[in-house]
């Protein structure tokens, strides 16, 4: 599994700092998450990302206002071959981007039951697209959370396949994240390597490329990055 260091821009993260320490380190290829970004502040993402001329930035976690044109730039500017959504309703793109299909993927959701017919739902979109965008940290809080989701999900797995995925960090005990303003046992910020080793258990699942999905510096993320593939050696 290729693991990438990456751009987060969640609520908290300092997008603008991981960026220009990825310029800083001479990283060629970096993921990014840019679900935190409305159209006018991606525009600002790609003019200072296309002034560090990064080889490519393969994988991107888009939004529900992506158009086709935007993801054709991302494909055209920046060599980018995997984009990945969320199946929820208020998730879902609001255009058409089919054109796009093979190279788009759909991420597990995490933090609440998932009923059949949600179950129905998601399927139905994965169908549409390349097949699934796993989120190991969110399998691994359903898993310690809710049995019968978890058991949904990992029947999808082995069903359609995973092109690629996200890795965050999972805590060994629920925790508050005031950014986000919940309990959880998966996290966007890790603090001891440990948090990583419950991708063990995922092996059969997981994808040839992966993205961190860490608010951590770019140099706490490459020791990240570097702990994961001795773990999965």
Same mark, same amino acid.
């Given at each position: 599994?290729?693991?990438?260091? $990456? ?13 220009? %320490? $990825?310029?800083?380190?001479?990283? %060629? ?63 879902? /793109?609001r255009?058409?981007? $089919? %054109? ?9 959701? /995490?933090?609440? $039951?998932?009923?059949?017919?949600e ?9 549409? #697209? ?7 940290a969110?399998?691994e ?11 949904? #999900? ?43 080793? #419950?991708?063990?258990?995922? %092996?059969?699942?997981? /994808? /040839? ?25």
């Amino acid at each position: 599994m290729k693991i990438l260091t $990456s751009i987060t821009t969640v609520l908290g993260a300092d997008w603008q700092a991981q960026l220009q %320490e $990825s310029a800083a380190l001479g990283l %060629e290829e970096i993921a990014v998450f840019l679900t935190g970004l409305n159209p006018a502040d991606r525009k600002v993402f790609y003019r200072e990302a296309k002034k560090i001329k990064f080889k490519k930035i393969p994988f991107v976690h888009i939004r529900h206002d992506f158009t086709a044109q935007e993801i054709g730039y991302l494909a055209k500017e920046f060599k980018t071959e995997k984009v990945n959504i969320h199946f929820i309703k208020e998730h879902l /793109p609001r255009y058409d981007i $089919s %054109e796009f299909k093979k190279i788009i993927y759909v991420e597990n959701h /995490p933090g609440h $039951s998932i009923g059949d017919d949600e179950l129905a739902v998601a399927e139905e979109i994965i169908k549409k #697209y390349a097949g699934i965008c796993l989120d190991v940290a969110h399998l691994e809080s359903d898993r310690r959370e809710d049995a019968e989701s978890y058991q949904k #999900y990992t029947a999808l797995l082995k069903k359609y396949p995973c092109g690629c995925g996200h890795i965050s960090a999972v805590k060994s005990d629920k925790m508050y994240d005031k950014e986000e303003d919940r309990y959880a046992y998966d996290w966007h910020t890790y603090k001891e390597l440990g948090e990583f080793d #419950y991708l063990k258990r995922y %092996e059969e699942f997981l /994808p /040839p490329i992966a993205a961190l999905e860490l608010t951590n510096s770019i140099t706490e993320q490459l020791t990240a990055k570097n702990y994961i593939e001795k773990l999965l050696r």
